[in-house]
């Protein structure tokens, strides 16, 4: 199949504005507007009342006499039309001196499309092979690579055929297969691209197609060359499903611009991005250079957008106004950026869509500064999809972090200091407090209230704020701007840190307390001994940090193995900056594993070993004992089995994750 062959360089009269999209109309002022259409934009020149009209084109391929099939022109046998355009048609021929099929085009004797095309050498760009012109006729023959398979636009109209539920990879290759005519010839490297996407989910064969795509337009960018006219008519798939742009014919070299120039600025309405559209209106004056290479890339993004969800980004609005203010609503509504997914896509993960709504952001400086960093964008979301959907299937805690993350970060950062509440009090029952007289049990009391009424509002407030603040920016990264990859490597760093914070505070909220009890009761009400200093210290070091090891791996568990993987607002970023940032999250890990055995089993050992230091064991307080030493060990074991599973879970999907990095 050929692209929209020339299809934006000729206007039909406003009585032909019903044709199909191959057609285009004039784009004057009195005219109505068609954004399927292709078109011409005015002189980049301030438009004056008084100025002179456009010259408008000559009519449908005026002055050419185009072959019949069959017939032999030069050096090629007609075999077959393939397309038609404004002012040329593609043919199907046969290359009698090579015995070679190829596209040929025959058009009027202007413009440098052949020589644009030949100079960008790519595999996703269709190639020039030759062309010979003809000045007594008044055309040109241009011989290209013959690419047998469809369209982009075919193969969207074959899939919206298909319940959106269904659109896969294989189906994408179906569409390819059953709309080609004819065959290629072998590529072994291109067979596995095409086993890739046929096993891939679509969002995949999307993202990979635009990359394909966004690094073709780079090096068209590269030669200082823009397209001007990127559609899905305009795009080839072969039958191997890679993509190949085509239809230069509006393209140019920018350097051949000058600033004032009178350069009709053409394209297809419905793919334009804001700045392009503005080039039309006369009420807003646009230079060469404000139409440039982010142009393309802004077309190129609501392609994607199309191919994804199978409808326009910006569908025709017909309001009766005139031409001017029908520019002015297509180009504010374009400014808004690209619309909502369709309701089948809204619950996914989708990564490509983070990059298209950068891509097609309504400022241009908003934008990804070149195609190359699209290309990488989507490329990292092609990976970060595939190693989330590597992820083992999620727990409980996991599925409650996702459903409700403020409530599930603050019962796990909070519930490991009721479990550190209880040992405390067990301990201190069973070994200090049966020991002190009525004056020290009051001052015990006092000093309970007293440091519980600062030092728990104190760390609650500020582990609150902690995961506020995290929150906060993960709810940023739904914005798209200048800093959306920073905002997104500062919220990671905040993710990872959090789990650390959160026992850094359980350490400032239990350990002062192993020196504060005692030294209070000693100086409100004298007669503490070295025992129960030791006891103290014992009681509050156990406590806090069987407090602080469960608080970090319960955060860990949501942080790392919830919030992290979805904080990509920049999915190019992702090969580039996993690995490092996971560097050392699994030695951490295993660290808190092992002291979430280590710590309950080393208190009942204190406690049988040190129990009988400077007291007297009366029956009630040995029960108690012996109940709080039996519940450590128990818990030595519960919680050695819980942290092994969580950091188990955890450690797969660091490693999945700096592999899926690595690889790339």
């Known amino acids: 199949m050929v692209p929209d062959s020339d299809s934006g360089t000729e206007s039909v009269p406003p009585e032909d504005s019903s044709h199909s999209d191959d057609k285009t109309e004039q784009v004057a002022p ?326 298209l709504l950068r891509a097609a952001d309504g400022d241009p400086r908003k934008r990804y500064s070149t195609c190359l960093e699209l290309a990488q964008s989507l490329e990292g979301g092609i990976v970060l999809r595939t190693t989330q959907q590597k992820f083992p299937k999620e727990n409980w805690l996991i599925r409650l972090g996702q459903k409700k993350p403020y409530l599930g970060l603050f019962l796990l950062a909070v519930f490991p200091h009721f479990l550190g509440s209880v040992v405390n009090i067990s301990y201190n029952a069973s070994m200090i407090t049966e020991d002190l007289n009525v004056a020290q049990k009051n001052a015990f009391f006092k000093l309970v209230l007293i440091y519980n009424s600062i030092v728990y509002p104190i760390c609650l407030g500020l582990l609150v704020w902690l995961i506020h603040r995290m929150m906060k920016l993960n709810q940023s990264l739904k914005l798209t701007d200048d800093f959306v990859a920073i905002r997104g490597r500062s919220a990671r760093s905040q993710v990872l840190l959090l789990p650390k914070r959160a026992a850094t505070l359980a350490c400032l909220g239990w350990l002062p307390g192993a020196i504060f009890f005692p030294l209070g009761i000693d100086i409100i009400a004298d007669g503490i001994t070295s025992n129960d200093y030791f006891h103290f210290g014992i009681s509050f070091t156990i406590s806090g940090l069987i407090a602080l090891t469960y608080s970090f791996l319960g955060l860990a568990c949501l942080s790392l193995g919830s919030f992290y993987p979805r904080m990509w607002p920049e999915p190019g970023e992702f090969p580039q900056k996993v690995g490092e940032e996971l560097i050392t999250q699994t030695a951490w890990l295993s660290f808190f594993k092992i002291l979430a055995g280590v710590i309950p089993l080393a208190a009942a050992m204190i406690l049988i070993v040190f129990s009988d230091l400077g007291k007297n064991q009366q029956s009630s307080s040995d029960l108690q004992f012996r109940v709080l030493a039996v519940t450590l060990i128990v818990l030595s074991g519960i919680g050695f089995q819980f942290a092994d599973r969580i950091v188990s879970r955890l450690s797969n999907k660091i490693q999945i994750m700096r592999a899926g990095g690595s690889e790339n």
């Open 30 to 355: 009195e005219d109505s507007l068609d954004v399927s259409s292709t078109g011409f934009a005015p002189s980049f020149h301030a438009v004056q009342k008084d100025a002179p009209p456009i010259p408008k084109p000559q009519g449908r391929k005026a002055g050419i006499v185009f072959p019949k099939v069959d017939e032999v022109i030069d050096d090629f046998k007609i075999l077959q039309v393939l397309g038609e355009g404004a002012f040329g048609v593609v043919y199907l021929a046969e290359q009698l001196s090579l015995g070679r099929k190829v596209a040929l085009k025959i058009t009027s004797d202007r413009g440098e499309e052949a020589r644009t095309m030949a100079s960008l050498e790519h595999e996703n760009i269709v190639r020039v092979f030759s062309e010979n012109r003809d000045s007594e006729q008044g055309f040109r023959l241009i011989c290209m690579q013959y690419i047998p398979g469809p369209t982009l636009a075919e193969v969207i109209e074959y899939l919206n055929r298909h319940d959106p539920k269904e659109w896969n990879g294989k189906l994408f290759i179906q569409a390819v297969d059953e709309l080609s005519k004819g065959s290629t010839t072998l590529d072994p490297v291109a067979l596995r691209d095409r086993e890739y996407l046929r096993q891939a989910d679509f969002p995949t064969v999307v993202a990979w197609i635009g990359a394909r795509l966004a690094e073709a337009l780079e090096v068209a960018h590269s030669n200082r060359v823009l397209h001007r006219d990127i559609k899905p008519a305009n795009i080839i798939l072969n039958q191997y499903g890679r993509p190949l742009l085509a239809d230069f014919s509006l393209s140019f070299q920018t350097e051949k611009i000058e600033a004032g120039s009178d350069v009709l600025f053409g394209g297809t309405l419905a793919y334009m991005s804001p700045e392009h559209l503005e080039a039309f209106n006369p009420s807003h004056p646009t230079e060469p250079d404000q139409v440039d290479e982010r142009s393309d890339l802004y077309s190129l993004a609501i392609v994607l957008y199309e191919f994804l969800c199978g409808k326009r980004a910006f569908e025709p609005k017909r309001t009766g106004a005139d031409r001017i203010e029908e520019l002015n609503l297509l180009t504010e509504e374009r400014k808004k950026g690209l619309p909502e997914l369709p309701a089948h896509l809204n619950n996914q993960e989708l990564e490509i869509h983070r990059s």
